[in-house]
């Protein structure tokens, strides 16, 4: 038997992707994201509408007089969602009291030292002996809460973004769309990414599609660049439109429907998370933020090394040198009395 030169025999390792697939989901999925912003724009409402959960049903709602007197304070909410076998859990890291105080000066250290606190857990975590079953508790995403009401970005919207961009992917939000109008929406949007452009702010940056991605693909990512800020509107009431039920808000001029791409972008936002980005989020957060962290650490404590090392070497040299002169000067005193 003569095998043809066209002839190719099966090995097997076109397996491979099904192989990680089937590891993959017995294992689970982990994704922790962080919602920032003043209090009242509608952030509790949309992570509960985004991944249709109730997450904050304990909560205790403050009075105006507290919320002035509200320190900024990080809280965690755990979740497990389970799709079609699929197992994701779900953190959600809230910041209540973010821009609440009437002196808001730096009240974004504490949301600092907390994605510092949580790399610094990974690293530890990374560097010791049982590194069998490490929890990842990096946050890999943070959506930032813009307020309709004004005339772009607050002083306070720069100086968060601007101190955290190196540390999270930053996802800007335009909340309460549903205050706007669509042409205020338009130039709202215009406006925001100006300034973000003006000010060097590094928000999350979508990965460019391949060459060989399908006209549908790019042009879906082509959308979500241009949807930048999303303006989303958060509701889970469910009402009644046009005969068929849907999650929305009612008014007396209408209803405002959640889920409809011509209302809002809360479709392409919960797409670019779940769907499509969520995986890149998680990498650009292991390749670039926490990369950094690390080399930072790395660096810093390469710097005590050597700085102990000559510390020690001076010790010695001048322990050395002191012996030496004090056995020439015993040497010194010996001669003379000799003389």
Same mark, same amino acid.
């Given at each position: 038997?003569?095998?043809?030169?066209?002839?190719?025999?099966?090995?097997?390792?076109?397996?491979?992707?099904?192989?990680? *697939?089937?590891?993959?989901?017995?294992?689970?999925?982990?994704?922790?994201?962080?919602?920032?912003?003043?209090?009242?724009?509608?952030?509790?409402?949309?992570?509960?509408?985004?991944?249709?959960?109730?997450? @904050?049903?304990?909560?205790?709602?403050?009075?105006?007089?507290? &919320?002035?007197? =509200?320190?900024?304070?990080?809280?965690? *909410?755990?979740?497990?969602?389970?799709?079609?076998?699929?197992?994701?859990?779900?953190?959600?890291?809230?910041?209540?009291?973010?821009?609440?105080?009437?002196?808001?000066?730096?009240?974004?250290?504490?949301?600092?030292?907390?994605?510092?606190?949580?790399?610094?857990?990974?690293?530890?975590?990374?560097?010791?002996?049982? &590194?069998?079953?490490?929890?990842?508790? &990096?946050? *890999?995403?943070?959506? @930032?809460?813009?307020?309709?009401?004004?005339?772009?970005?607050?002083?306070?919207?720069?100086?968060?973004?601007?101190?955290?961009?190196?540390?999270?992917?930053?996802?800007?939000?335009? %909340?309460?769309?549903?205050?706007?109008?669509?042409?205020?929406?338009?130039?709202?949007?215009?406006?925001?990414?100006? #300034?973000?452009?003006? @000010?060097?702010?590094?928000?999350?940056?979508?990965?460019?599609?391949?060459?060989?991605?399908?006209?549908?693909?790019?042009? =879906?990512?082509?959308?979500?660049?241009?949807?930048?800020?999303?303006?989303?509107?958060?509701?889970?009431?469910?009402?009644?439109?046009?005969?068929?039920?849907?999650?929305?808000?009612?008014?007396?001029?209408?209803?405002?429907?959640? #889920?409809?791409?011509?209302?809002?972008?809360?479709?392409?936002?919960?797409?670019?998370?779940?769907?499509?980005?969520? =995986?890149?989020?998680?990498?650009?957060?292991? #390749?670039? *933020?926490?990369?950094?962290?690390?080399?930072?650490?790395?660096?810093?404590?390469?710097?005590?090394?050597?700085?102990? &090392?000559?510390?020690?070497?001076?010790?010695?040299?001048?322990?050395?040198?002191?012996?030496?002169?004090?056995?020439?000067?015993?040497?010194?005193?010996?001669?003379?009395?000799? %003389?």
């Amino acid at each position: 038997f003569t095998r043809s030169p066209l002839y190719k025999e099966y090995v097997g390792f076109a397996t491979l992707p099904n192989q990680v *697939h089937r590891k993959s989901v017995k294992k689970g999925f982990d994704f922790t994201l962080m919602v920032a912003g003043e209090s009242g724009l509608g952030k509790s409402t949309l992570v509960n509408s985004l991944f249709l959960t109730d997450l @904050y049903k304990d909560r205790k709602l403050l009075n105006a007089e507290e &919320r002035i007197t =509200q320190t900024v304070e990080i809280t965690k *909410h755990t979740v497990d969602i389970e799709e079609k076998g699929v197992k994701l859990k779900l953190t959600i890291v809230d910041t209540p009291g973010f821009g609440d105080a009437v002196n808001n000066t730096e009240c974004w250290k504490s949301v600092a030292d907390y994605i510092d606190q949580q790399f610094e857990q990974y690293f530890r975590d990374e560097s010791g002996l049982n &590194r069998k079953n490490i929890q990842d508790n &990096r946050v *890999h995403c943070c959506l @930032y809460f813009i307020s309709p009401f004004g005339h772009g970005l607050r002083p306070l919207d720069v100086e968060f973004m601007k101190a955290l961009h190196e540390k999270v992917n930053i996802v800007p939000v335009l %909340a309460k769309a549903d205050t706007l109008t669509p042409s205020e929406v338009k130039k709202k949007k215009l406006k925001i990414r100006e #300034e973000i452009e003006q @000010y060097g702010i590094k928000i999350y940056q979508f990965p460019d599609c391949d060459s060989d991605e399908d006209e549908d693909f790019k042009q =879906q990512d082509h959308e979500l660049k241009e949807s930048i800020p999303f303006a989303v509107i958060g509701s889970n009431t469910v009402v009644e439109a046009k005969g068929k039920r849907v999650r929305g808000r009612l008014y007396p001029w209408g209803i405002v429907e959640v #889920e409809n791409s011509a209302h809002c972008d809360f479709v392409k936002l919960r797409n670019m998370l779940v769907r499509t980005h969520m =995986q890149d989020l998680k990498d650009v957060t292991r #390749e670039t *933020h926490y990369e950094n962290y690390r080399a930072q650490c790395i660096q810093s404590m390469t710097r005590m090394v050597v700085k102990e &090392r000559n510390r020690k070497y001076e010790s010695e040299t001048y322990i050395h040198t002191h012996v030496q002169t004090q056995t020439y000067l015993e040497i010194t005193v010996i001669m003379n009395t000799d %003389a």
